[in-house]
T-cell receptor
Framework: EAGVTQFPSHSVIEKGQTVTLRCDPI?????LYWYRRVMGKEIKFLLH????????ESGMPNNRFLAERTGGTYSTLKVQPAELEDSGVYFC????????????FGSGTQLSVL | DAKTTQPPSMDCAEGRAANLPCNHS???????VYWYRQIHSQGPQYIIH???NNETNEMASLIITEDRKSSTLILPHATLRDTAVYYC????????????FGAGTILRVKS
């Protein structure tokens, strides 16, 4: 069974540009989460999808970040325009159902904004 | 979600048991204790979780005190590949299910 896959693994862009990160969850997982780790800080929650609906987007830092999950399968996280402080590692995770389930994480996308 | 307190770092000899403590004195009755770890340049990896009873799986054991205010993750025979940051997280599992990561414990397994 394939795990959670994220693309690209690394992205280097200039300030003001747009970047789109993609996450493919484990097949059949309704829950999809985005997290990020900024250099030197803790891993922070960004948002949670249940199928195609946003269940909780309380961690989204500002309106430069847009997450979508059309059709309830893969998800994209777009940053537009990117700022220097957006640099970090963006993780995606998925889980099968609500309750005491475990989250499966992808390897992350390392985003560098120059 | 309740906050947790973990030591910032620990060392363990290869082949010995690694015992990682976690304090969660404000835990509520409906909160589970979860352990995840992050090996360098990988995403966080689930290890184990429990509510009241001690739990064991192929990776580790979780010992939760009777009052549930603290717990210990035990890696019975640590290897060099167990070097990672270990996160103890308490989490309400109904409603909003997000994990809240703290600073964790850096476990260094040494040969």
């Amino acid at each position: 069974e394939a795990g959670v896959t994220q693309f690209p693994s690394h992205s280097v862009i200039e300030k003001g540009q747009t970047v789109t990160l993609r996450c493919d969850p484990i097949s059949g997982h309704d829950n999809l989460y985005w997290y990020r780790r900024v250099m030197g800080k803790e891993i922070k929650f960004l948002l949670h999808f249940v199928k195609e609906s946003k269940q909780d987007e309380s961690g989204m830092p500002n309106n430069r970040f847009l997450a979508e999950r059309t059709g309830g399968t893969y998800s994209t996280l777009k940053v537009q325009p990117a700022e220097l402080e957006d640099s970090g590692v963006y993780f995606c995770a998925s889980s099968q159902a609500s309750g005491p389930e475990k989250l499966f994480f992808g390897s992350g996308t390392q985003l560098s904004v120059l | 979600d309740a906050k947790t307190t973990q030591p910032p770092s620990m060392d363990c000899a290869e082949g010995r048991a690694a015992n990682l403590p976690c304090n969660h004195s404000t835990i509520s009755g409906n909160e589970y204790v979860y352990w995840y770890r992050q090996i360098h340049s990988q995403g966080p990896q689930y290890i184990i979780h429990g509510l009241k009873n001690n739990e064991t799986n192929e990776m580790a054991s979780l010992i939760i005190t009777e009052d549930r205010k603290s717990s210990t993750l035990i890696l019975p025979h640590a290897t060099l590949r167990d070097t990672a940051v270990y996160y103890c997280i308490v989490r309400v599992v109904w409603g909003r299910n997000k994990l809240v990561f703290g600073a964790g414990t850096i476990l260094r397994v040494k040969s």
